[in-house]
C-alpha cells in the first residue's frame, strides 16, 4: 500500500504560481502513474493532471493545459504540479492520487487547499 501526503497549498493572488507536491511512500514501485484531481465547494472532483512514473508521459485537462505543470522526482518518490497564471475559478481542495494502468485511481493523499484571490 502507498501512502501519499500533499504539501505546498496556500492563499495567492490571481495570476500568481504555487507549486504543490506529493510525496509517497510505502509500496511506491506499485502506481503506475500519479495525478493531481481538485474539488470545489460544491462541485465534484474533477481530474487536473497525470503522470505516469515511467516514461513521464502527461495528460491535462483542457482548463489548465498551458498553465499547469506535472513532474516527478522518482528518486524522491514525489510528484510536482507547477500552477502558473493562477484563476480564483482554480480555487479548491487538490489531491493527488496513486493510478492503476487502468486508469482508475486506488489511493488518495489528504488533499492541500488553494485559494486564489482576485
Known amino acids: 500500500q502507498v501512502q501519499l501526503v500533499e504539501s505546498g497549498g496556500g492563499l495567492v493572488q490571481a495570476g500568481g504560481s504555487l507549486r504543490l507536491s506529493c510525496a509517497a511512500s510505502?509500496?511506491?514501485?506499485?502506481?503506475?502513474?500519479m495525478g493531481w484531481f481538485r474539488q470545489a465547494p460544491g462541485k465534484e472532483r474533477e481530474f487536473v493532471a497525470r503522470i505516469t512514473w515511467s516514461g513521464g508521459i502527461t495528460r491535462y485537462s483542457d482548463s489548465v493545459k498551458g498553465r499547469f505543470g506535472i513532474s516527478r522526482d522518482n528518486a524522491k518518490n514525489t510528484v510536482y504540479l507547477q500552477m502558473n497564471s493562477l484563476k480564483p475559478e482554480d480555487t479548491a481542495v487538490y489531491y493527488c492520487?496513486?493510478?492503476?494502468?487502468?486508469?482508475?485511481?486506488?489511493?488518495w493523499g489528504q488533499g492541500t487547499q488553494v485559494t486564489v484571490s482576485s
Open positions: 510505502g509500496r511506491t514501485f506499485g502506481p503506475y502513474a
Open positions: 492520487a496513486a493510478g492503476r494502468f487502468d486508469g482508475t485511481y486506488d489511493t
